[in-house]
C-alpha cells in the first residue's frame, strides 16, 4: 500500500458557541493513500462536506488534526495554508456558482497559477482545456455560454492547475444530468490513471461512489459507520445503515428493482420502527 | 421566547436613545464660547462672555453636563430657553400635538393609499402598472418643499380653495382643522404614497413568484383568498419596515411643511430656535423626534413578530 | 456490459454559440431616449454651473430696484427679477455652482464610508458586523433634516460641513447595500474556489467581490447625488444656508417669500431643482435596468393571443376516449427571450394517463417534463405562453377555458412539488393551511377538515399528526414537509396526481419511504400519476408506464417492462447506459 498523503485524527468540527453549539464533525479519522480514491458518502446532516471543507481551510477544526505529508495543516495561519495551495486543490458541487461569471475561462485558469507565481501561466491554459476535453478557444469565452457539464470541466481544469497530489471532489456530478454525470466520472478516472492524483470523493450516492472508489467511508452524524474495500462496503456491508442505504438507491431495472424493494422491506420490518420520530428540523450544515 | 426578544428590542432602542442623545447633545453644547456670544450679542465682550458661560453651566464637561441633561429627561424638565427663559416643555407642549396631528393623518392616510395602489400595480400589471411605476418615481423623486409650494400656488392662490397658512387645532373646531390642515397633508403625502407604494409594489411581487404561492393556487385556492390571506400576510413584513422608515421621512418633511405653512408645529420651532442659538429648545426637539421614532418603530417591530411566526424566535 | 464514453465523444462537444458582445455602458445608455434626455439636461446644469460667467447676464447680488418683481422675458432678465430687482437667471446660474459641489461632498462622503464600512462587515462578519450594523440603525433612526438643524447651531451658516454631515447620515444606505451583495458574494462557491487556490483576502476582495459590488454602487449614487441636492435646496430654502451667495435653495425662499406679489417667480428655481433631481432618479433607474436586468420582458395579453392564434393548431380528429383519466394532445409551450423573440419549449407533445396508471415522465434537464406539469395544473410561471393544444379531462379540454382549470386544479389534479421546504407557506401552522386548502375545494365543516386532515397525515406516516398541525413549516424536517405537502395533494380525493420530481431533494433512504408512500396511496385510491423525474431507478421502482422527453419532444413510450428491457431510440439507450454505469450491481455471490 502507498504512503497515506492525507490522514485526518480524531477531527472534531462544532460551530456556534454556547447552547447553540452543534458538533457536525464528531472524531473522524481515515487516511488518503497517494493515487486513490477514497469517497465518503452520507445522507444530509452526516458531515461529509463539512469535512471536506475543514481539509480545505474553509470550516474551522475545533479539535483533532489534519495532516498533508506529516506536516499539519490545520489551524495554522493563513499564509501557512496558502503554501499548501497547491498541494490540495478542491472540484465543488455546483457548476453555476463556482466560476465567477465576469472572468473568462483563460482568467479563471490562470489565476492558481499567479498566485502560486508561476510566470506565463496562459501558455498552460490550452494545455488545460485539452486534458479536460474542452476545445482551445473556450479560454475568451465566459462561463455562462457553457453548460453545467462543461463548467464542471472548467473547475476540473482549474482544480489541475497547480498539478497537485490530492483533489478534494465535494459533490461534483450531483447537480449534473446522468448522461453529463458518466462523461465526467469517466474524464475523473482518465485523469487519476494519468496524472495519479488521489481524489476524496465526497457524494450521498452509493451507486456513484463504488463505480469510482478503491475504498468507501460511510457517515453516519458525524461518525464514521464504516470504513473498507469498495467491493465489500457495497455488496456485503458490515454495518446496518450502510445496509439501508445501499438498498434505499432505486436500479434501473424493474425486476430488479422489485427484488430490492421485497429484501429491503422484509429486512426493515424485521428490524423495526423504519422512521426517525418527527424532529424539530435540523440544522442545515451540509 | 417573545418576551425575550422584545426585551432585546427594548434594550437596543434605548441604547440608540441614548447614543443619539449623547451625539446630538456634544454637537451642540460643544461650543460654549459661541453658544453664549449668540444669547449675548456679537459684539459682547469677552469677559462678559465668559460669565455667560458659566452662567449657563457650559463650562462643565460634556459628559457632566449630558448627565445633567439626561436627569432632567427622566424627571421631567427640560431645561429653559437662553432667550425667552420659557421651560423647554412649555414650549413644546403646545406645539408638539400640532406635528402629531400632521404626521399622524399623513402616515394613517400613507398607510392606506400606498397597500392599495402597491398592490393593484403588483397583480394586475400591464398598463395599470406602468402608469403607477411613473407616478410613483415623479412624486418620490420632487422634494416635499417643493410640492408643498406648488400646492401653495395651485390651491391657495391661483384658485383659493384652502388657506395658504394659519393652523386650528382639533379641539376647537373639526372641520376648520381639516380645512387648515388639508393642504399640508397632501404636501407630505404625496410623497410618502410614490414612495411606499413602489416598496410595497415590490414586496408583493416578490412573494407572488415564490414556490408556495404556486402549490397553494395548485391546491385549488381562488386568487382572490389566495392574495389576501397568504400573499399579504407574507408581504407585510416588509410593508412594515417600510412604514417605519417612511415615519421617519415624514418627521423630516414636516419641518418644510410647517414652515411653509406656518403652522406652529415643533418643525417650525427648531428652525427658528437653531437660528437664533437656542440651543436648549432644539435638544428637547431632537428628544422628541427620537422618541417618536424609536416607539413607531418597536410598534412596527411587535406587528412584525405577531404577523410572521419566524421572527418572533429571534 | 457498461458503454462508457469514448474520449472522442467528450471532444466534439462544443459551447454554445458566443452571444453577441454588448456595448459599453454609455452608448446603451444614450440609445434609449430617456437615457439621451436625463444625460443631456444634467450635462445642461453642468454647464450652467461652469459657464455660469458667460451664461449670467449680471452679477447676480446686482439689486435694481427699477426691476422690482420684473416678470419673465423682461429685458435684461430672461426670467424676471426678485423682490430686489435681482436678475433670477443669474443667480440660479451661479447657484447651480455650491449646488454641484455639495452634491458631490454628499457622494464623497458617503461613498468613502458607506461602501468601506459595508465591504469590511459583510468580508470579515463577526463583530465587525455587528458594530456597522448598530451604528447604521442609529443613523437611519433621525430625520436628516432635525440633525442638520441641530448642526447649524454649531457650525452657523456652512453647507459644506452641512453635507458632508449629510453624507455620513445617507452612508448607511450604501453600508447596507454593499454588506448584503457582500454577503452573498462571500457564500458563492467561487470565492471559496479562491481561497483554496491561494488568494490573500486583499486579492478576493479586490478581484472578485469589488466587481460584483460596482454595479449596485454606481446604481444607488445616481439617487444618493439626487438626496443631495434635494436636502441642500432644503436646507438653503429654510435660511440655514449662506445668506450672501445665491444658491436655488435661497432663490426658492426668496420667491416663496414674495408669492404673493409675484407668484410665477417659484416656477423657475421649483422646475430647476425638480428636473435636476427627477433626471437623476430617471437615470438610476435606466441604470438599474441596463445593469441588472436580463432584458427579457414579458409579453402583453395582447401579443400573447396573437401567437396563440397564429401558431398551427394541429387538428383534433376527436375527443379522445374516456378510458383516460387525462389525455393530452399537441401540447406547445414558450417563452419569451431577449430581443423580443420567443422560443419553443415543448413541441407539440401528446400523452395519455390511464385511471390508476402511474406514468413516468423522464428527461434531463431543459427537456420540458416540469412544463408538462405545471400546464396539466395551470400553474405555468406569468410569462409562460401556451402557444397551442388541449387538455382533455372528463370530457372538456382545460386548456379551452380557464375557469375549468381553475376549478380541476386541486380538487381533480393534485400536486406534489420538488422542494418541500420553500413550498409551505411560512406565516401559517401546517393545520392551517391545510384545512384551508382543503376546505377551498370541498365543502365541509372545520372540524370536519380537521379529522379527516389528522387521519391523512397519520397515514402518510407522520406521528404526532396532532403536534405537527400546530406547528410552522421552519419547525419541521425536509422529509416530513414533503409528507405534509403529499397529505394535502391528496386530501380532497384527486384522480390524478402530477409530482415534480417528489423525491430528488430528499435523501435516498427518505427517498424510498416516500416512494413506498405514493405507491400505496394510488393503489389504495386508483389514483393516476404522472411522475417526472430524471431518475429511471425511480422510474423502474414505481411506475407502470413511461415516457421519455428530449428537447420538448417525447422520444419513446413504453409500459416499463419493454423501456428497460429493449429501448428502441438510442437516447434512451444512452440514459439507461449511463444510469446503470453508476449502480450497484448485485454480484453473483
Same mark, same amino acid.
Given at each position: 500500500m502507498s504512503e497515506a498523503i492525507l490522514s485526518v485524527k480524531d477531527l472534531v468540527v462544532t460551530f456556534g458557541?454556547?447552547?447553540?453549539?452543534?458538533?457536525?464533525? &464528531?472524531h473522524v479519522s481515515f487516511e488518503l493513500h497517494a493515487g486513490e480514491t477514497l469517497s465518503l458518502v452520507g445522507e444530509s446532516g452526516s458531515g461529509k462536506t463539512t469535512i471536506g471543507r475543514a481539509i480545505l481551510g474553509l470550516a474551522p477544526v475545533s479539535g483533532g488534526e489534519v495532516r498533508f505529508r506529516d506536516k499539519t495543516?490545520?489551524?495554522?495561519s493563513r499564509r501557512e495554508r496558502r503554501k499548501t495551495a497547491h498541494d490540495i486543490q478542491v472540484v465543488f458541487q455546483d457548476p453555476y456558482s463556482s466560476l465567477?461569471?465576469?472572468?473568462?475561462v483563460e482568467d479563471i485558469l490562470v489565476e492558481p497559477l499567479k498566485v502560486a507565481g508561476i510566470a506565463d501561466g496562459r501558455s498552460r491554459v490550452r494545455k488545460l482545456l485539452d486534458s479536460v476535453g474542452l476545445?482551445?478557444?473556450?479560454?475568451?469565452?465566459?462561463?455562462?455560454?457553457?453548460?453545467g457539464g462543461q463548467r464542471q470541466r472548467i473547475a476540473i481544469a482549474r482544480a489541475l492547475a497547480l498539478e497537485p497530489a490530492v483533489i478534494i471532489c465535494d %459533490?461534483?456530478?450531483?447537480?449534473? &444530468?446522468v448522461t453529463t454525470q458518466a462523461k465526467v466520472l469517466e474524464l475523473l478516472r482518465e485523469l487519476q490513471e494519468r496524472t495519479g492524483v488521489a481524489y476524496l470523493f465526497i457524494s450521498h450516492d452509493l451507486g456513484v461512489v463504488n463505480s469510482i472508489s478503491d475504498r468507501i467511508a460511510v457517515l453516519y452524524q458525524g461518525h464514521i459507520v464504516e470504513l473498507g474495500e469498495a467491493a465489500q462496503v457495497t455488496h456485503?456491508?458490515?454495518?446496518d445503515y450502510t445496509r439501508r442505504l445501499q438498498m434505499s438507491a432505486p436500479v434501473a431495472d424493474p425486476a430488479a428493482q422489485r427484488e430490492r424493494r421485497e429484501q429491503r422491506l422484509a429486512l426493515f420490518a424485521a428490524a423495526g420502527a423504519v422512521e426517525p420520530a418527527p424532529a424539530i428540523a435540523q440544522q442545515p450544515t451540509v | 421566547m417573545l418576551t425575550m426578544s422584545i426585551l432585546k428590542k427594548l434594550a437596543r432602542a434605548i441604547a440608540v436613545f441614548l447614543v443619539v442623545t449623547f451625539v446630538t447633545f456634544c454637537m451642540m453644547f460643544g461650543n460654549g464660547a459661541g453658544i453664549a456670544r449668540g444669547v449675548l450679542g456679537l459684539d459682547a465682550q469677552p469677559s462678559d462672555v465668559q460669565k455667560e458661560v458659566v452662567k449657563l453651566g457650559l463650562d462643565q464637561p460634556l459628559l457632566v453636563q449630558y448627565g445633567k441633561w439626561l436627569l432632567g429627561v427622566v424627571t421631567g424638565n427640560l431645561g429653559q430657553s437662553y432667550?425667552?427663559? /420659557?421651560s423647554v416643555n412649555e414650549a413644546l407642549a403646545s406645539r408638539v400635538p400640532v406635528t402629531l396631528s400632521l404626521v399622524i393623518a399623513t402616515l394613517i392616510l400613507t398607510l392606506v393609499l400606498s397597500v392599495a395602489i402597491g398592490v393593484t400595480a403588483a397583480i394586475f400589471g400591464g398598463w395599470i402598472d406602468r402608469v403607477v411605476q411613473f407616478f410613483t418615481v415623479l412624486g418620490a423623486a420632487v422634494p416635499a418643499f417643493i410640492i408643498a409650494v406648488g400646492l401653495v400656488f395651485a390651491?391657495?392662490?391661483?384658485?383659493?380653495?384652502?388657506?395658504?397658512t394659519g393652523y386650528v387645532a382639533l379641539s376647537d373646531d373639526p372641520t376648520a382643522w381639516l380645512h387648515s390642515i388639508a393642504l399640508p397633508v397632501i404636501a407630505l403625502l404625496i410623497g410618502s404614497v410614490a414612495s411606499a407604494a413602489a416598496q410595497i409594489r415590490g414586496a408583493v411581487l416578490d412573494v407572488q413568484g415564490r414556490d408556495f404561492v404556486r402549490t397553494l393556487r395548485a391546491r385549488g385556492i381562488p386568487e382572490g383568498p389566495l392574495l389576501f390571506r397568504h400573499v399579504l400576510r407574507s408581504a407585510s413584513g416588509p410593508g412594515l419596515t417600510v412604514l417605519s422608515l417612511q415615519t421617519i421621512a415624514l418627521l423630516g418633511g414636516a419641518v418644510f411643511v410647517e414652515q411653509i405653512f406656518a403652522l406652529p408645529g415643533i418643525g417650525q420651532l427648531a428652525n427658528t430656535s437653531a437660528q437664533q442659538g437656542d440651543v436648549p429648545i432644539v435638544m428637547g426637539i431632537v428628544l422628541v423626534t427620537i422618541v417618536f421614532v424609536l416607539v413607531v418603530n418597536l410598534l412596527g417591530d411587535l406587528a412584525n413578530a405577531a404577523l410572521n411566526p419566524k421572527a418572533r424566535t429571534r | 456490459m457498461t458503454n462508457r464514453p469514448t474520449t472522442e465523444f467528450m471532444l466534439s462537444v462544443t459551447p454554445q454559440p458566443t452571444p453577441r458582445r454588448r456595448r459599453p455602458l454609455i452608448v446603451r445608455l444614450l440609445m434609449k431616449p430617456e437615457g439621451a434626455i436625463t444625460i443631456a439636461f444634467l450635462l445642461f446644469v453642468v454647464v450652467l454651473a461652469v459657464f455660469a460667467w458667460v451664461i449670467a *447676464?449680471?452679477?447676480?447680488n446686482l439689486t435694481d430696484l427699477n426691476t422690482v418683481n420684473a416678470p419673465p422675458f423682461s429685458p435684461g432678465h430672461p426670467l424676471g427679477a426678485d423682490q430686489s430687482g435681482r436678475d433670477i437667471l443669474s443667480r440660479l446660474a451661479w447657484g447651480s455652482q455650491p449646488t454641484i459641489i455639495g452634491a458631490l461632498i454628499v457622494l464623497v462622503v458617503s461613498v468613502l464610508v458607506g461602501v468601506t464600512s459595508g465591504l469590511l462587515a459583510g468580508f470579515f462578519r463577526g463583530k465587525a458586523e455587528g458594530v456597522g450594523t448598530f451604528v447604521s440603525d442609529v443613523i437611519m433612526s433621525l430625520p436628516g433634516i432635525v440633525l442638520l438643524i441641530a448642526l447649524y447651531t454649531l457650525t452657523g451658516p456652512n453647507i459644506p460641513a452641512a453635507m458632508a454631515v449629510f453624507g455620513i447620515l445617507v452612508a448607511p444606505t450604501y453600508f447596507r447595500l454593499v454588506r448584503s451583495v457582500v454577503v452573498n458574494v462571500r457564500n458563492e462557491l467561487y470565492v471559496d474556489a479562491a481561497r483554496v487556490v491561494g488568494l490573500s483576502n486583499t486579492r478576493i476582495i479586490g478581484r472578485h467581490v469589488l466587481w460584483a459590488v460596482r454595479g449596485p454602487v454606481i446604481i444607488q449614487s445616481a439617487f444618493i447625488i439626487a438626496a443631495g441636492i434635494g436636502i441642500q435646496a432644503g436646507v438653503d430654502f429654510l435660511g440655514? $444656508?449662506?445668506?450672501?451667495q445665491p444658491s436655488w435653495g435661497t432663490v426658492m425662499q426668496d420667491a416663496f417669500n414674495n408669492i404673493y406679489n409675484?407668484? @410665477?417667480?417659484?416656477w423657475w428655481p421649483a422646475l430647476l431643482i425638480s428636473l435636476t433631481i427627477l433626471s437623476l432618479v430617471l437615470l438610476g433607474n435606466i441604470l438599474r435596468d441596463e445593469l441588472q436586468s436580463t432584458g427579457v420582458r414579458p409579453l402583453s395579453n395582447r401579443s400573447k393571443r396573437t401567437l396563440t392564434r397564429d401558431s398551427t393548431a394541429r387538428? @383534433?380528429?376527436?375527443?379522445?376516449? $374516456? %378510458?383516460?383519466v387525462i389525455a393530452i394532445r399537441g401540447l406547445k409551450v414558450a417563452y419569451p427571450q431577449a430581443g423580443g423573440t420567443i422560443t419553443e419549449v415543448v413541441h407539440g407533445v401528446d400523452l395519455d394517463v390511464k385511471p390508476g396508471e402511474i406514468h413516468g415522465l423522464v428527461g434531463e434537464s431543459g427537456s420540458g417534463k416540469s412544463q408538462i406539469a405545471f400546464s396539466t395544473l395551470g400553474i405555468?410561471?406569468? %410569462?409562460?405562453?401556451?402557444?397551442s393544444g388541449s387538455i382533455w379531462m372528463d370530457g372538456d379540454d382545460?386548456?379551452? &377555458?380557464g375557469k375549468r382549470l381553475a376549478s380541476a386544479r386541486g380538487s381533480k389534479i393534485g400536486y406534489v412539488p /420538488?422542494? *418541500?421546504?420553500?413550498?409551505? &407557506?411560512?406565516?401559517?401552522?401546517i393545520g392551517a393551511q391545510l384545512t384551508y386548502g382543503l376546505r377551498a375545494v370541498r365543502s365541509m365543516s372545520k372540524k370536519e377538515a380537521r379529522a379527516e386532515l389528522l387521519a391523512l397525515l397519520t397515514r402518510v406516516g407522520i406521528r404526532n399528526a396532532e403536534q405537527v398541525f400546530r406547528?410552522?413549516?421552519? %419547525?419541521?424536517s425536509g422529509g416530513m414537509a414533503q409528507r405534509v405537502l403529499i397529505c394535502g395533494a391528496i386530501a380532497s380525493g384527486p384522480k390524478l396526481i402530477v409530482a415534480d420530481?417528489?423525491?430528488?431533494?430528499?435523501?435516498v433512504t427518505v427517498q424510498a419511504e416516500v416512494l413506498e408512500l405514493l405507491r400505496e396511496l394510488s393503489r389504495e385510491r386508483g389514483l393516476a400519476m404522472i411522475l417526472v423525474t430524471h431518475n429511471l431507478g425511480v422510474v423502474a421502482d414505481i411506475c407502470d408506464v413511461v415516457s421519455v422527453m428530449r428537447d420538448g419532444r417525447i422520444v419513446e413510450e413504453a409500459d416499463v417492462e419493454s423501456l428497460f428491457a429493449s429501448p428502441k431510440q438510442a437516447y434512451t439507450q444512452e440514459l439507461l447506459a449511463s444510469s446503470r454505469s453508476v449502480e450497484i450491481i448485485e454480484e453473483a455471490s
Open positions: 458557541a454556547g447552547r447553540t453549539a452543534k458538533t457536525v464533525i &464528531d495543516i490545520s489551524n495554522t465567477n461569471p465576469s472572468m473568462t476545445p482551445a478557444d473556450s479560454g475568451s469565452r465566459f462561463p455562462k455560454e457553457f453548460s %459533490e461534483p456530478t450531483s447537480a449534473l &444530468d456485503h456491508p458490515a454495518h | 432667550f425667552t427663559g /420659557q390651491f391657495a392662490i391661483a384658485l383659493p380653495l384652502f388657506p395658504a | *447676464p449680471v452679477p447676480p440655514l $444656508g449662506d445668506p450672501k409675484n407668484p @410665477v417667480g417659484v387538428p @383534433v380528429k376527436a375527443v379522445p376516449g $374516456g %378510458e383516460n405555468l410561471p406569468k %410569462e409562460a405562453i401556451t402557444l382545460l386548456l379551452a &377555458d /420538488q422542494e *418541500p421546504m420553500s413550498n409551505l &407557506d411560512p406565516s401559517f401552522t406547528m410552522y413549516p421552519h %419547525e419541521i420530481e417528489p423525491t430528488t431533494a430528499l435523501d
